[in-house]
Antibody, heavy 125, light 111 residues
Framework: QVQLQESGPGLVKPSETLSLTCTVS????????WSWIRQPPGKGLQWIGF???????TYNPSLKSRLTISVDTSKNQFSLKLRSVTTADAAVYYC???????????????????WGQGTLVTVSS | QSALTQPPSASGSPGQSVAISCTGT?????????VSWYQQHPGKAPKLMIY???KRPSGVPDRFSGSKSGNTASLTVSGLQAEDEADYYC???????????FGTGTKVTVL
């Protein structure tokens, strides 16, 4: 059974860096795209980005300048760092498994089939 | 990329059907057959219900079906049950930045 679990601080100060890790129990870790999605309280879902086991990443353009997603295949983990956070970054952060698909010669996420339970991150001084 | 447009709410009585639309552009919904639908109950993570416009993952009841016409995709829930009351989000590949975009979300109420 595939399981994902987010971990990290639930409170981050404005202008500081939000750091989260997702630990994955999946024997086929190298076969999927590992994704981050967030949901501000009472609002909709927003893609953050995804990473392949090789380290190849795709980021949401609106977050790209502040974002780093990394992977540690020895631990079946991938991580998110979002710099210079503001109150607009407060959200439930989900990690999820993405099924890869080739579209127009580029590998992208087809769908997200397994999700973590989510972790609430508050931005406040 | 702008979010795909969904109606804020939809409702139906038990046993009835409800359809939710997801409107995009030719650069996303209309340009690719990579539309997914997710169900989210309060306080829970989203769950994949439909992918590639009309395919159902294993374990999803066949009461859930998807379709697409032009720039608009639709999710239909037939034979509504109390447990279908949830928020539903569509998602589509959007080319360009090799990224997907989510819809604005629809709250389905079972009357």
């Amino acid at each position: 059974q595939v399981q994902l679990q987010e971990s990290g601080p639930g409170l981050v100060k404005p202008s500081e860096t939000l750091s989260l890790t997702c630990t994955v129990s999946d024997a086929s870790f190298k076969s999927y795209y590992w994704s981050w999605i967030r949901q501000p309280p009472g609002k909709g879902l927003q893609w953050i980005g995804f990473i392949y086991y090789s380290g190849t990443t795709t980021y949401n353009p609106s977050l790209k300048s502040r974002l780093t997603i990394s992977v540690d295949t020895s631990k079946n983990q991938f991580s998110l760092k979002l710099r210079s956070v503001t109150t607009a970054d407060a959200a439930v952060y989900y990690c999820a498994r993405g099924i890869p698909r080739s579209v127009d010669g580029t590998w992208v996420v087809d769908r997200l089939d397994y999700w973590g339970q989510g972790t609430l991150v508050t931005v406040s001084s | 990329q702008s979010a795909l447009t969904q109606p804020p709410s939809a409702s139906g009585s038990p046993g009835q059907s409800v359809a939710i639309s997801c409107t995009g552009t030719s650069r996303d919904v209309g340009g690719y057959n990579y539309v997914s639908w997710y169900q989210q109950h309060p306080g829970k993570a989203p769950k994949l219900m439909i992918y590639e416009v009309s395919k159902r993952p294993s374990g999803v009841p066949d009461r859930f079906s998807g379709s697409k016409s032009g720039n608009t995709a639709s999710l239909t829930v037939s034979g509504l049950q109390a447990e279908d009351e949830a928020d539903y989000y569509c998602s589509s590949y959007a080319g360009g930045n090799n990224f997907d975009v989510f819809g604005t979300g629809t709250k389905v109420t079972v009357l």
